[in-house]
C-alpha cells in the first residue's frame, strides 16, 4: 500500500503490474541515455574555442539527428503497443464482477453463483476508532474478497458521473461510465490486501471513494460465497 516519503512505484501484486514497472524503467533508460547524451554535447560546444563560421550544411548530422529520434522512437513504442495490447487482452475468466460506481460509493454482484450483490463505503471515523487496522481514507465497510491466481473479469459502469476504479499495485485502471460497460481483466498472484481509489474527479466526495481488494486461497474464498 502507498506510504510517506515513498517515491518508487508499490510493490507488484499482478502481472500487469509487472509488466508496467518494466516498460517504466526501459522507458527511463531510453530517457536517462538521451539527457546524457544532451547534456555531453552542451558541456563539450561550451568548452571547445574553435568556431567553424563557413560550414553551413553537414549531411551527415542532419542524417543522425533525422534517424535518431526514429529509432528511439521505435525503442519505445514498440514495448507500448505491446503492453497495450496485453492490458486489453481478454483471457478465459473463471469469475466475473459487476462494478458499479456511484456518488460517492462502489456496488459490487458476483452473478456467477448466488447472485452476491454488497455496497462498499469508507470507514467511518467511529469506525476507525473501534478497528485499530483500518486506515484513514482508504479502508471500507466491505472489502471484495477475490482468489488469487485466478483469472477475474470486472464489467464496469457508473450510475450517475464518470468515475474511475483504480488499484495501483494491481496495474488496473478502468472508467466507470453511464449508460457504457466497460472490461476489466486482471490476475492476482499473491494474497494480501489491495488498496485503490476512485481516480476520476466525480464531485465533493471524490476523495472518499476508496477500493478495498481482499485476496484469498479458492478454499477461504468458496466459504466466504457459500456463506
Request: proline share 6%; aromatic share 14%; net charge negative.
Amino acid at each position: 500500500m502507498p506510504s510517506f516519503t515513498t517515491l518508487m512505484f508499490q510493490n507488484a501484486s499482478s502481472p500487469l503490474m509487472e509488466e508496467l514497472i518494466f516498460f517504466h524503467d526501459h522507458t527511463l533508460t531510453v530517457l536517462i541515455l538521451i539527457t546524457t547524451l544532451v547534456f555531453y554535447s552542451l558541456v563539450s560546444t561550451l568548452h571547445t574555442p574553435v568556431i567553424n563560421k563557413t560550414m553551413i550544411e553537414s549531411q551527415p548530422l542532419e542524417m543522425f539527428w533525422t534517424i535518431s529520434p526514429t529509432i528511439i522512437l521505435i525503442l519505445i513504442g514498440a514495448p507500448s503497443i505491446r503492453l497495450l495490447y496485453m492490458l486489453d487482452e481478454v483471457y478465459t475468466p473463471a469469475l466475473t464482477i459487476k462494478i458499479f460506481s456511484h456518488q460517492w460509493y462502489w456496488s459490487y454482484e458476483f452473478t456467477d453463483f448466488f447472485n452476491i450483490e454488497f455496497d462498499s463505503f469508507l470507514t467511518t471515523p467511529s469506525e476507525l476508532l473501534t478497528y485499530e487496522t483500518k486506515f484513514r481514507l482508504l479502508d471500507t465497510d466491505n472489502h471484495i474478497f477475490i482468489p488469487f491466481n485466478t483469472q477475474v473479469r470486472s464489467l464496469i459502469s457508473a450510475t450517475d458521473v464518470l468515475h474511475s476504479w483504480t488499484v495501483p499495485s494491481l496495474g488496473i485502471k478502468t472508467d466507470a461510465v453511464p449508460g457504457r460497460l466497460n472490461q476489466l481483466n486482471f490476475l492476482i498472484n499473491r494474497p494480501g490486501l489491495f488498496y485503490g481509489q476512485c481516480s476520476e474527479i466525480c464531485g465533493a466526495n471524490h476523495s472518499f471513494m476508496p477500493i478495498v481488494i481482499e485476496s484469498i486461497n479458492t478454499v477461504t474464498f468458496t466459504k466466504w460465497i457459500s456463506s
